[in-house]
């Protein structure tokens, strides 16, 4: 290899080794700069700049953005501090013994996957859990019903059904959807309910900033820049060369980070609707758990193992987790019909 390829193989080396722990690091220091800093200038400067200083529309405008802006925020303090890890129990190991005798078919003792792949071709859907065993002695791979209770090697305890362990958190999750790292933790049985509105709210906050914002830009700014300038690198050089002021390339930065937010919010505002309507974890359609049936379940019901049976617009407004619990207990899944 020549020394670009070494560079680009090191390269890649470091991103996969050191990338999620750097990721984990600055994302919540970029999104509350965002909105602790985007929410400081505009109602400093931009507000006033659109719709004239003490304006009713003016007031009004303050008055939502920072109503979204502290949901949001509020949302995202339950959502990195409340936690859907999974404790080893003796009550939950009994909950496993009752799991085993009331669903033989999915025992926690697993088959060997090599021996079995070839005459069991499920074993390589999401109909089964595969787990690699690294021994003195050699690799071994067990397959296991995705339903059964299921070893996690790290933590050397049994865990239930939909329970995922984590390398960021270095913890088993209860029904593991990801891991978020605007929020430095895993998205999971209770503080789902803190994703989906903390992105409903970025979602609307965002939308409503954004042309705004654009055009404080276009009006305010455009004169002494560049077209260069809005590219943000070549924006950040002429900073750190001193040609361009801090302010401008502070706006810049904002304009592309809220647009990230957009487009990120969005998306996983719709995802996460769609995947609780299917009854299923992003995790389980990445991974294409074919074995997860909820046809048993009505809408409602699929809704209130995340958001609980008291009414959901409350979840939007106040954090509701100590009243309303998910209707699921993250353990037993007695409601769910497993094939």
Request: with cysteine.
């Amino acid at each position: 290899m020549n020394l670009k390829q070494r560079c680009i193989v090191k390269f890649k080396v470091f991103c996969n080794k050191h990338g999620p722990t750097i990721l984990n690091f600055i994302s919540p220091l970029w999104f509350l700069n965002c909105v602790i800093g985007t929410n400081y200038v505009a109602d400093t400067i931009i507000w006033d700049y659109l719709y004239g200083a003490g304006t009713w529309m003016s007031l009004t405008i303050k008055c939502i953005s920072t109503f979204m802006s502290l949901e949001m925020i509020i949302n995202w303090i339950f959502l990195c501090t409340v936690r859907s890890t999974y404790v080893n129990t003796e009550d939950n190991n009994r909950k496993r013994l009752e799991h085993e005798k009331n669903f033989p078919q999915f025992n926690s003792d697993g088959i060997l996957y090599e021996e079995n792949k070839e005459r069991r071709p499920t074993l390589g859907t999401g109909t089964w859990s595969v787990i690699t065993h690294h021994k003195p002695e050699g690799v071994t791979r067990t397959a296991y019903p995705y339903w059964s209770w299921k070893p996690c090697i790290v933590c050397s305890f049994h865990k239930p059904p939909r329970c995922h362990h984590c390398p960021m958190c270095n913890e088993c999750v209860l029904k593991r959807d990801h891991h978020c790292f605007f929020a430095r933790q895993c998205i999971g049985l209770y503080n789902q309910r803190f994703f989906v509105v903390f992105n409903f709210w970025s979602t609307c906050l965002t939308v409503l900033v954004a042309p705004q914002i654009i055009y404080y830009t276009y009006s305010a700014l455009w004169p002494t820049m560049s077209i260069g300038d809005l590219f943000l690198p070549w924006t950040l050089m002429r900073f750190i060369l001193g040609f361009t002021p801090f302010y401008t390339f502070y706006i810049i930065l904002q304009v592309y980070s809220i647009i990230f937010f957009i487009l990120t919010a969005g998306t996983f505002l719709y995802e996460q609707i769609k995947c609780i309507d299917m009854g299923l974890t992003s995790f389980e359609t990445d991974n294409k758990a074919d074995d997860i049936k909820t046809e048993c379940k009505s809408r409602y019901e699929k809704f209130a193992c995340v958001f609980g049976r008291r009414p959901i617009i409350i979840n939007f407004l106040i954090p509701f987790h100590w009243m309303s619990p998910p209707a699921d207990d993250g353990i037993s899944w007695d409601t769910m019909k497993k094939e």
